[in-house]
């Protein structure tokens, strides 16, 4: 559902951003910003090289 969200104000904003929804478990470092769920914080920063987290 946010990532309907994010796109669709990605999309009315004109940025070329690629928007994609993926499980949190099939989580990689292809991915520039990742937003999820605070409960899944922890997992995603195992599953992440990214040493950077915003609340």
Do not use: C, P, R
């Amino acid at each position: 559902m946010a990532s309907l969200i994010i796109a669709k104000w990605v999309k009315q904003n004109n940025l070329k951003i690629d928007v994609t929804n993926i499980t949190v478990k099939d989580l990689n470092d292809n991915y520039g910003v990742v937003i999820t769920m605070t409960n899944f914080k922890e997992f995603a920063q195992k599953k992440l090289l990214m040493h950077t987290f915003i609340k």
